[in-house]
C-alpha cells in the first residue's frame, strides 16, 4: 500500500530557529517520486520541490534543505533561521505511478512566532 | 509564471443542486487533476484526466461526479447533487507531460460550501 505518514501535526517555533518536519513514506514501486508542498494561510499549495527515488543527494534551496533516506523510506524537510512567513501547513506527498495520484500525509502545521 | 486558475473562490449552494467548479490548467500541460482538502485534513485525490477521458479516479469520485474539457482551456468538475460532506476545498492541478514523473502544479482552490 502507498502511504505517507507526517506524525508532527503541530509545530511551533520562535523565529531564527531551525526546524525540521519528518516525513516517512511507503510503497512497493521501485521508482517512485517524492514532493513537498507549502500550504500558506491563504490555503493555495505551493511546490517546494520533487525528488525521485534514484537521487539520494540531499538538497539545498536557500534557507530549505530536505534530506531523502531511502534505507529508512523518509524524506524530511529542514527549515534554517526560520521566518514569521514560513507559517503554513507543509505537506509531504508520494506520486502513485497509477494515474498520477499524488498521495498525500496529514500535514504538519508550522507556527514561527516573532 | 504559467499558473493554474480556478473559479470561484468560494462557492455557497444549497443541498442537492448542481455545482460546476472551473479551472484553466496551465497553458501548454496534459494531464489535469482534481483534489479535495475538507476543513483541517489532508488533500485527498479525486481523478486525473489525460486526452479527454479519466485517467484514473478515486473511491469518492462516484456517479455524482463528473468531469469534463469542454472547450482547449477550460476543464471543469461537476458536482450533480451537492450533500453537506461535499463542503470542502477543492484544488485543480495541472502537470505538463505525464502523470508518472511530473510535477502537479495546484491551482488557488475553490471553498464550497454546502447548506
Known amino acids: 500500500a502507498q502511504k505517507v505518514t507526517q506524525a508532527q501535526t503541530e509545530i511551533s517555533v520562535v523565529e531564527k530557529e531551525d526546524v525540521t518536519l519528518d516525513c516517512v513514506y511507503e510503497?512497493?514501486?521501485?521508482?517512485?517520486?517524492l514532493f513537498w508542498y507549502k500550504q500558506p494561510p491563504s490555503g493555495e499549495l505551493v511546490f517546494l520541490i520533487r525528488r525521485n527515488s534514484f537521487d539520494e543527494q540531499n538538497e539545498i534551496s536557500g534557507r530549505y534543505s530536505w534530506n531523502f533516506q531511502k534505507s529508512t523510506s523518509s524524506f524530511n524537510f529542514t527549515i534554517t533561521a526560520s521566518q514569521v512567513v514560513d507559517s503554513a501547513v507543509y505537506f509531504c506527498?508520494?506520486?502513485?505511478?497509477?494515474?498520477?495520484?499524488?498521495?498525500f500525509g496529514q500535514g504538519t502545521e508550522l507556527s514561527v512566532k516573532p | 509564471e504559467p499558473e493554474v486558475t480556478q473559479t470561484p473562490s468560494h462557492q455557497v449552494t444549497q443541498m442537492g443542486q448542481e455545482v460546476i467548479l472551473r479551472c484553466v490548467p496551465i497553458s501548454n500541460h496534459l494531464y489535469f487533476y482534481w483534489y479535495r482538502q475538507i476543513l483541517g485534513q489532508k488533500v485527498e485525490f479525486l481523478v486525473s484526466?489525460?486526452?479527454?477521458?479519466?485517467?484514473?479516479k478515486s473511491e469518492i469520485f462516484d456517479d455524482q461526479f463528473s468531469v469534463e474539457r469542454p472547450d482547449g482551456s477550460n476543464f471543469t468538475l461537476k458536482i450533480r447533487s451537492t450533500k453537506l460532506e461535499d463542503s470542502a476545498m477543492y484544488f485543480c492541478?495541472?502537470?505538463?507531460?505525464?502523470?508518472?514523473?511530473?510535477?502537479?502544479?495546484f491551482g488557488p482552490g475553490t471553498r464550497l460550501l454546502v447548506l
Open positions: 506527498a508520494l506520486l502513485y505511478n497509477q494515474g498520477g495520484k499524488l498521495i
Open positions: 484526466f489525460y486526452n479527454n477521458e479519466i485517467s484514473e
Open positions: 510503497t512497493r514501486d521501485t521508482t517512485y517520486y
Open positions: 492541478a495541472s502537470s505538463a507531460t505525464g502523470p508518472y514523473q511530473e510535477t502537479q502544479y
